[in-house]
């Protein structure tokens, strides 16, 4: 039995311990916000946040979380007021097809949450995330107009 903190809940999981952390959110608790994309770590689409630091869900197995505290992209907002950079999202139209936009938002609040005021580069370093509709210029502006916000 996984026993799991997410969005700030208890979840009991009855899976096996090395099961992707992606599927017990997806498949076995409901929480498909967290998408599937390569299987392999590569593309981003499944980043989630354990304590605080994004990881790629999708080659993580379940048992290697632990205690860490969960942070899928159903709990970054606060109370129901978006967090900056889901509205910078919005108002700077970065969603193309929207496949890889939760992976993408949730690097992006963890670059925000360690460089509040990041530069291109650091942009560039932490957002490795893949858009195949090639956002990256939206996602860009977005993260700035974020960390402004």
Do not use: F
């Amino acid at each position: 039995m996984a026993v799991l903190t997410i969005n700030g809940k208890r979840h009991d999981a009855s899976v096996d311990p090395e099961t992707p952390l992606l599927w017990v959110l997806r498949d076995t608790l409901g929480m498909t916000g967290t998408k599937y994309g390569c299987g392999i770590a590569q593309c981003g689409a499944c980043t989630v946040h354990i304590d605080g630091v994004p990881v790629r869900s999708c080659s993580l197995p379940v048992s290697a979380v632990g205690e860490g505290k969960i942070t899928t992209i159903e709990g970054l907002a606060d109370n129901g007021k978006l967090h900056k950079i889901q509205q910078a999202w919005i108002e700077n139209d970065v969603p193309q097809c929207g496949y890889c936009q939760s992976g993408m938002i949730m690097a992006a609040a963890a670059l925000l949450a360690e460089k509040p005021n990041p530069t291109d580069t650091d942009i560039d370093e932490a957002m490795t995330n893949i858009c195949r509709c090639g956002t990256y210029q939206q996602v860009r502006a977005a993260i700035h107009a974020a960390a402004k916000a």
